[in-house]
């Protein structure tokens, strides 16, 4: 039962046009604001992708004078923003069009905040409080997705690595909140199997753990229970059928839906999974998916009446994990971590990170080192 004395805040801003062909209407848009010299900012794999190049030339056969900045780390470091930034002063651009997956998104966000904001970059992480500095305008932003997961298009943070040491920091403000998302479910019919199968997953995971993170957020909650009704009905299909554009919709709204609900939190799927990236360079959804069933498994104590309706959700015919299992083994996605390279020597350093994880104090049910421990030996 929430206490209403207490206050809470709830925000769902973004424009979003949704649908095949959606990303048409980029340059109508842009023109129509009187932009006219669009910074792209996308990772150097999408850059070489048809639909990459009929944007840049419609946005040209448009009287726009487009530069592309591309020249970024699979996990952005602080040099790429720096780089982009200086492209966009360079190239005297009005605007910016983030075009991609996570990293290029977040780092057409984190350029934006660049462009008026000299301090050095990681005076504005916001785990040290750094939003209070961002003061100034940020350049115009549109966000064009191109994977289904992160849902980082309605985002309004960036996660960037120091150059040496590869850690991460997160760059948060509202002000980096796009002004307009292109969401168009045709930009991801080229996704491989086992990407579609992964960031699924990863769409999946922010969505059931916004679901049962703690805090009081109906709104969220109400989205996530949605997005993971689309998640259950589309996955295996987008993953089968890559030209569906039902199911690419539906996993493409799944994603974006996901990151509108996570602003409620996430939990200790998030947690155990990111060690993983971070000790071992595993991709993001794939980590989840390794650790999503026995997550899961652990939060159903004490929250039993949630997993009536995520069982509800997902039509899961037994319990919620034997689903995820079920599912996973649909998606042909790998059953055990140690398939995948994980090996007993490692579990000191995962329980270590997972411990400390800015995701594992959201979780519903307290975890300690020991209980990380059985969660990571589950999963092995
Ligand atoms: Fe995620």
């Known amino acids: 039962m929430h206490d209403f004395q207490k206050l809470v805040s709830f925000s769902f801003p973004t424009n979003i046009l949704f649908g095949c062909g959606a990303v048409k209407e980029l340059g ?22 048809g639909f990459f190049k009929d944007i840049v030339s419609s946005l040209e056969s448009q009287g726009l004078r487009v530069t592309v900045f591309s020249e970024i780390h699979k996990n952005p470091v602080k040099s790429d923003v720096i780089a982009g930034g200086d492209v966009y002063e360079a190239n005297d651009c009005d605007c910016i069009v983030g075009v991609g997956g996570g990293a290029g998104l977040d780092v057409s966000r984190a350029i ?16 040290i409080g750094g ?6 305008d940020v350049p115009y932003l ?32 509202p002000k980096l909140l796009a002004s307009q998302v292109f969401a ?18 990863d769409a999946l995971t922010h969505s059931m753990e916004a679901f049962i993170a703690k805090g009081y957020h109906p709104m969220a909650s109400g989205i996530a229970l949605e997005s993971i ?14 030209k569906n554009a039902q199911a690419r919709g539906e996993m493409l709204l799944a994603s974006l839906m996901g990151a509108v609900a996570f602003q409620k939190g ?10 993983l990236s971070t000790l071992l360079d595993m991709h993001h959804g794939l980590a989840n998916s390794m650790m999503i069933p026995y997550g899961m498994e652990f939060n159903e104590v004490g929250m039993e009446e949630e997993f009536v309706e995520l069982a509800a959700a997902l039509g899961a015919k037994g319990s919620v994990s034997e689903f995820l299992h079920e599912l996973k083994s649909k998606l042909g996605l790998p059953e055990k971590l140690s398939d995948i ?40």
Do not use: W
């Open 112 to 127: 934006g905040l660049r462009v008026n904001h000299k301090r050095d970059l990681f005076d504005y992480d916001d785990l």
């Open 229 to 242: 009704k689309m998640c259950a009905r589309s996955l295996e299909l987008a993953v089968k059928e890559p």
């Open 28 to 49: 109508p848009h842009l023109l129509g604001q009187s932009f006219k010299c669009p910074l792209i900012v996308t990772d150097p794999v999408v850059a070489e992708l």
């Open 184 to 201: 168009d479910p045709e930009l991801t019919y080229g996704l491989p199997p086992s990407i579609t199968a992964a960031t699924g997953m």
């Open 131 to 136: 939003d209070k500095y961002v003061t100034e």
């Open 142 to 173: 549109v966000t064009i997705p191109t994977t289904s997961g992160t849902g980082s298009e309605v985002g309004r943070s960036a996660i960037i690595s120091e150059d040496e040491s590869k850690r991460k920091r997160i760059l948060f403000s």
């Open 341 to 380: 390279g994980v090996k007993e020597e490692h579990l000191d350093d995962l329980v270590e990170l997972a411990f400390t994880d800015f995701c594992l104090p959201a979780n519903p049910r307290e975890a300690s080192k020991a209980d990380l421990r059985a969660i990571y030996e589950k999963a092995l």
């Open 266 to 275: 996430l939990g200790i799927v998030h947690a155990t999974a990111h060690p």
